[in-house]
């Protein structure tokens, strides 16, 4: 029996703080054919279920079991089957909602032309092709030959980006690869638009003309949306080169707003990006994109869980005022980093974010980030596309779930 009434938008916040556990039988009977959750580059938020919610909203929480195993084993969730074999979401043994998985990617499998797995070269995660370009960053020591004694206190202290080299993933991925790949995931019909990112290259470009080669190649032979995650550069010229060559969206991550969390968390941005000067490099950089590329064409990430709800607040608010799309990802704690033991936030914290994030984007009439982009987010839509409004989550949706907004939440760092 479905209990009706449970709000899509409230039961992926749920879910993404408290991961899910998967019924043997699901696995039987919907298993063989689903796409499979494959480490990316192993930011915060990778490593999940891609899930499709009713309402068509996008989640990927993480799966209970091996690759967490500090985290989510309450997880009142379960991903099931009812008895016509149709997936659905049971909390506390109740269902609650249904649910559809997500094919396997046609291109799963394949090789490219130099014999690389099409996987390796680009994942498909949400409705979007993720392709990391390199898997090295120079907070963690790559690419830089000056005296960086002890680099692991550059980096940032969420990411495991350094821990995939060692599961035999590709350091740089050749042009030549990402346009076969993209052109089987675009032909595929497996994505409807590009994510590129990579770790921190070296100054002065940080690796924005490396990525305008790439994205001017593939908007030379597909129409596709390319969205870009990069340190910023040391001159607002490279920023030119980007949109130049046909980039539709430029994010620079400041991850966290809190100016003491900040220097905690993401030394190396803070000391050699921006100078010792908490967000000042990060927030001309994005004005500039912002101004630059019009509307909703320049985003930041910050992680929420990592700071007070206030300063989480007055970060989005900073954003927004720039022009800057927010983009509010969840900590997700990555086995092997520095962080890995650190609580997840609590569903009453995120439901308080979103709150406030969909209040702050309506009021400036800032996008809040697109649905399937937004699988690991806070934010979320009902549709695709640039739009700064998001589902409304209610009271009476709270006491439906049980969740108190309330509830004190571990997961800021003190
Ligand atoms: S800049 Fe920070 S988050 Fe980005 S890849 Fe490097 S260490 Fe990871």
Known sequence: MMK???????????????????????????????????????????????????????????IEGERFPYHYKNSPFLLGVDDSGQGVIKKNGETIQKVKPFPRPSFYGKKTSSGNLMEKIGVVTGDFLAIAIDNRCWFWGYYREDELINYKERQCKF??????????????????????????????????????????MSPPGRGHEEYAEIVSAIKDRYDVWIRLSICPPEKEKYIDTLYDAGADQIGYDIEVYDPRKYEYICPGKLHEVDR??????????????????????????????????????????????????????????????????????????????????????MKYGVDSGCSGCGRTFVGTKEYDGVNPIMPEITDEDLEIAKVDINQPDASEIS
């Open 159 to 200: 990411c495991g980006i350094g821990l995939s080299m060692k599961r035999d993933e590709l350091y740089r991925k050749s042009k030549e690869d990402i346009l076969e790949v993209v052109g089987a995931a675009v032909e595929g019909g497996d994505a409807k638009h590009i994510g590129i990112n990579a770790g921190t």
């Open 276 to 361: 010792d000067v908490p967000h000042q490099h990060f927030f001309r950089m994005l004005e500039y994109a912002a101004k630059r590329g019009g509307p909703n064409k320049a985003y930041s990430i910050l992680v929420t869980g990592l700071e007070s709800r206030e300063t989480t607040v007055q970060g989005i608010e900073e954003l927004c005022k720039r022009g800057v799309v927010p983009r509010m990802g969840i900590f997700r704690p990555i086995p092997g980093t520095h962080l890995e033991k650190h609580p997840t936030p609590n569903p009453g914290y995120l439901v308080y974010i979103y709150r406030k994030l969909r209040e702050l984007t």
């Open 4 to 62: 009706n009434g449970y709000n899509p938008a409230l039961l992926r916040l749920e879910l993404l703080a408290q991961g899910i556990k998967v019924d043997p039988e699901f696995n039987q009977q919907l298993g063989t054919g689903l796409k499979e959750p494959l480490w990316t580059r192993t930011g915060p938020t990778s490593t999940g279920i891609d899930l499709m919610l009713e309402k068509g909203m996008y989640c990927s929480p993480a």
